[in-house]
């Protein structure tokens, strides 16, 4: 069973970067993607993008594209997501999630293990 | 703005049946499969229902997920306390390629 544990909480100011990494434990023989999601107080969730563990192929959210790079380093089964120029409005709860397709289905067996979740709170 | 729709709340009494939609379009909902997830608050989401209308192991089989079209829909029966929470449904967007969410629907145990 994969578990996967996130960085601490961060603080952050206007214009500065942060960096999110994401630790998978437990049986990582199976190819996947790992997913970061987000959620802003009070508000839904939001897809930033996902990196495949085994090639490093990335997809990003449009909205995210020129600000988010997604990196990971299979000797230690660890991804990271770093976001830059940091405005009040990224002030959420960054999730990192396993995701694997099957066939033509890019996102079959859905987000099926997540991370705890990371609080980034930006403020001047 | 979520390019999936779902209503905002839902509520239901114990024992009841309670049924929660989300529409989508034919680039997301219609030409590839649907996950429900459900988030305590707090909590990091959990996978309730993958591919539609399949269960993870450990998932009641009280839950249930169905599709038809651009909609899909996910139904509780046998409502209990514990059951609210707030529940999302997604899937993967062709024209975005990438994963999108819906609004999420809080549901409510009277």
Redesign the interface.
């Known amino acids: 069973q994969v578990q996967l544990v996130q960085s601490g909480a961060e603080m952050k100011k206007p214009g500065a970067s942060v960096k999110v990494s994401c630790k998978a434990s437990g049986n990582t023989v199976t190819d996947y993607y790992f997913?970061w999601?987000r959620q802003a107080p009070g508000q839904?969730?939001?897809?930033l993008?996902?990196i495949d563990r085994r090639t490093g192929r990335t997809?990003?959210?449009?909205i995210f594209q020129g600000r988010v790079t997604m990196t990971r380093d299979s000797s230690i089964s660890t991804a990271y997501m770093e976001l830059t120029r940091l405005t009040s409005d990224d002030t959420a709860v960054y999730?990192c999630?396993r995701?694997s397709g099957k066939g033509a289905?890019?996102?079959?067996?859905?987000?099926?293990v997540?991370?705890?979740?990371t609080t980034v709170i930006v403020s001047s | 703005q979520s390019v999936l729709t779902q209503p905002p709340s839902a509520s239901g009494t114990p024992g009841q049946r309670v049924t929660i939609s989300c529409s989508g379009s034919r680039y997301n909902i219609e030409s590839n499969t649907v996950h429900w997830y459900q988030q305590i608050p707090g909590t990091a989401p959990k996978l309730l229902i993958y591919s539609s209308n399949q269960r993870p192991s450990g998932v009641p089989d009280r839950f249930s997920g169905s599709k038809s079209g651009t909609s899909a829909s996910l139904a509780i029966s046998g409502l209990q306390s514990e059951d609210e929470a707030d529940y999302f449904c997604a899937a993967w967007d062709d024209s975005l390629n990438g994963v999108i969410f819906g609004g999420g629907t809080k549901l409510t145990v009277l």
């Not at chain 1, 997809?59 to 449009?62: E, I, L, N, T």
């Not at chain 1, 997540?114 to 979740?117: E, T």
Request: charged share 20%; glycine share 26%.
């Open positions: 997913h999601v839904g969730l939001e897809w993008g996902r997809d990003y959210g449009k999730y999630a995701g289905y890019p996102l079959f067996y859905g987000l099926d997540w991370g705890q979740g």
